[in-house]
């Protein structure tokens, strides 16, 4: 129904821009996974394998960001490695990676973990934070959120973090 069915990813030259845009077969706007899944098939001619292999490289990318967040967090070579391996063989975490319809969450995992990244590093190196990693970091917030609606939620954390540091003082009034 998703992928196989849907023309978005199978004749996205013969559905509309607003369509692709607003992805209305999806039930919400995902635009960046249904492209690429349009791109998938195309590369696979519709076979399985583009998918998976798509969701393991993704899930792959995923484990080395949590690897690199874990050691600048820490400090520590074996707890990131420690945390990247659990985080790479938990159920919850390798079951997307089986599916061909949890692509999105492949796509949208490595985008969201990357910008909460960016947006932390802007703010710990410098004071004020660096505006430059501050604009990446809403930019793949963005993406995020135009492969899985559910990493608006970064927005809220953003604000959180942002409000946080303003009542600390660490912010001007």
């Not at 992805?23 to 519709?46: D, F, H």
Request: glycine share 6%; with cysteine.
């Amino acid at each position: 129904k998703y992928i196989l069915r849907n023309p978005l990813v199978y004749a996205p030259d013969q559905v509309s821009l607003l369509d692709r845009l607003l992805t209305p077969q999806a039930g919400y706007i995902i635009p960046l996974t249904t492209n690429l899944e349009a791109a998938l098939y195309t590369i696979g001619s519709g076979a399985a394998w583009s998918f998976h292999g798509a969701g393991l490289l993704l899930h792959l990318l995923t484990c080395l960001l949590v690897y690199a967040m874990a050691r600048r967090l820490s400090g520590r070579d074996a707890v990131a490695a420690a945390l990247a391996m659990i985080f790479c063989a938990h159920p919850v975490v390798v079951e997307p990676v089986a599916w061909a319809t949890g692509l999105k969450d492949m796509f949208m995992t490595p985008l969201a973990l990357g910008a909460a990244f960016v947006f932390w590093l802007a703010h710990q190196e410098r004071e004020p934070p660096c505006h430059y990693r501050l604009l990446f970091a809403v930019f793949l917030a963005l993406m995020a959120m135009l492969s899985k609606p559910t990493a608006v939620l970064l927005g809220g954390a953003f604000a959180l973090y942002l409000g946080a540091r303003w009542m600390q003082g660490h912010l001007p009034h």
